[in-house]
């Protein structure tokens, strides 16, 4: 059943109830209302004809005086009554419907109760048909009872009432229902248009399928309404927000108020602009947000933020550049050591075996110090490689990449912390080459020291230095000596470094040396691969 059938059905069965309870419930006091009214009424005629002077002086005359009967005739007539009777104590009529019953005694016992001074109703006949009867009193101006008025009105009349009044229930439902009805196809239709002409099930299962889509997903959703409440969250969005500790365990869909990303999406709401691929740090992960106001007749009328974590494809695309280096940095040893391999089948077709077993020594010599050194102290492959490119580089400049002997790295940081170690070492070895580029053979000296869960570097140079002043400015993002967009090196150094609880300084004699001293904790986490 589609839903106008079933709003039609449910509402007209609600209308149809509703107006057949009140009508049977007016149907059932109609009687005892209508009685009530034709009573009152003939109450208040006979009141009134009681307090009348000239009645109450007629009746201290004999009936075939005449003064009454007009009085009652035109009260009968002008009011519709069956009849109106006025009686002396005695029960003699002193007026009556027909004229030739006058001076004769009332016929009815429930004319006594008027006659000792009390109004009385009954439903009796006398000489016309079934009425209703109403008897009140008449006292003179000493409050000495002198009479009896009585008011007749037909049963007939009081039926033909009742029946007018159902009349206009049955009249009155009729419309009512019809203006029900009415309302009823206003309504289906408006229901119809809000919900886009969509059935019930309809909506049920597009409700579902974007649940399952919504939670499918491994970005983040946020949705606030106008008042940036928040009108939806996905599992995604929970997940990440639990894991990067923005606030405590979450609680349905409430998020911290001081959270970056509804701080994100007040903003969208206040200003109207739509923000995309922004860059968010959030304890060391890094979060890609995208916010957009939603808009409906050209007024906002909420937000919506979508946001994933960048940190584990930053990772492995750093992972990837490590190990492209490593085999780059090999395949430039290779094509060194070929070189080396035609050279020594040449002093072996010549014969000069005292010379070829110098330059063999010599060969072995230089792999020990320069490569077979740095892999028996630097442990993971990624850094290993990192730095194998970094020293071809430094030698393709005219400059030296030296590592202390004293170096050491075990295989043990997490992925963050190998992750990190790239991104500081390669800037602070940029930053030194450029400082030597205005010299020739430069040197660059790194010392990697691993000791109770903390990893020392050092990275100096022998370049022009760094001015005093500028050694707390160089850290600051856009700051730089070497021109216009630049400056956001050693900010991210000293981001990362700040956000795995490290710390970093600089020591520089201008026009003799710069050193850097980091220091990171290690060896926390799952080991690198």
């Known amino acids: 059943m589609n839903l106008s059938t079933l709003t039609t059905l449910m509402m007209v069965g609600v209308i149809f109830t509703v107006l057949l309870s009140v009508h049977l419930l007016y149907f059932t006091q109609i009687d005892n209302f209508t009685h009530a009214h034709v009573k009152d009424k003939a109450f208040a005629i006979a009141r009134t004809l009681a307090e009348d002077r000239q009645i109450q002086h007629a009746l201290t005359l004999p009936a075939d005086q005449g003064i009454i009967q007009p009085i009652a005739k035109a009260v009968q007539k002008r009011n519709d009554l069956l009849f109106v009777t006025i009686t ?249 050591f070929m070189n080396k391999l035609h050279v020594i089948l040449g002093l072996l077709h010549i014969k000069n075996y005292a010379q070829m077993e110098t330059y063999i020594l010599k060969t072995a010599n230089n792999y020990q110090t320069e490569i077979g050194s740095l892999l028996q102290r630097i442990k993971p492959p990624i850094i290993a490689g990192f730095l194998l490119s970094k020293i071809n580089r430094a030698s393709d400049k005219g400059h030296r990449l030296l590592l202390s002997d004293a170096s050491y790295l075990p295989d043990s940081g997490s992925e963050q912390q190998v992750a990190a170690l ?55 993002k856009g700051f730089s000596s070497k021109g216009d967009e630049r400056g956001m090196g050693l900010f991210l150094v000293k981001q990362q470094i700040e956000n795995l609880g490290g710390n970093i300084s600089v020591e520089s004699e201008p026009g003799v040396y710069t050193q850097f001293f980091v220091q990171l904790p290690w060896d926390k986490g799952n080991k690198a691969l």
């Open 88 to 336: 002396n104590m005695n029960g003699i009529r002193y007026s009556h419907a027909n004229s030739a019953l006058i001076n004769q005694r009332f016929i009815g016992e429930d004319l006594q109760p008027a006659l000792a001074g009390h109004e009385n109703m009954s439903f009796n006949h006398g000489t016309l048909v079934e009425a209703l009867r109403v008897f009140t009193p008449v006292f003179n101006a000493k409050h000495q009872q002198i009479g009896v008025v009585a008011i007749g009105i037909s049963l007939s009349d009081v039926t033909a009432q009742i029946n007018k009044s159902r009349w206009n229930i049955f009249w009155t439902s009729l419309l009512g229902g019809s203006v029900g009805l009415l309302g009823v196809l206003v309504l289906v239709r408006r229901l119809k248009t809000i919900l886009l002409g969509l059935e019930p099930h309809e909506i049920s299962s597009l409700f579902e399928q974007r649940q399952a889509i919504l939670d499918s997903i491994k970005e983040g959703v946020i949705a606030v309404d106008v008042n940036a409440r928040v009108t939806l969250i996905n599992q995604a969005a929970q997940q990440l927000l639990r894991e990067t500790a923005m606030e405590a365990p979450l609680s349905g869909d409430r998020i911290p108020e001081n959270s970056l990303m509804l701080s994100h999406l007040r903003e969208a709401l206040h200003d109207g602009k739509a923000r995309y691929d922004e860059e968010l740090n959030v304890r060391g992960r890094i979060m890609i947000s995208n916010t957009v106001p939603v808009r409906s007749r050209k007024k906002i009328i909420g937000a919506v933020c979508t946001f994933r974590d960048k940190t584990e494809i930053s990772q492995l695309m750093q992972r990837l550049d490590g190990m492209v280096n490593y085999v780059d940095a090999l395949r430039e040893r290779s094509h060194e």
């Open 422 to 476: 790239v991104i500081i070492l390669g800037n602070l070895i940029e930053n030194a080459l450029e400082a030597l580029d205005r010299q020739p053979e430069g040197e660059i000296h790194l010392l990697l020291h691993y000791q109770n869960g903390w990893l020392s570097c050092e990275v100096s140079d022998d370049g022009p230095g760094i001015a005093a002043t500028l050694e707390k400015a160089i850290f600051e």
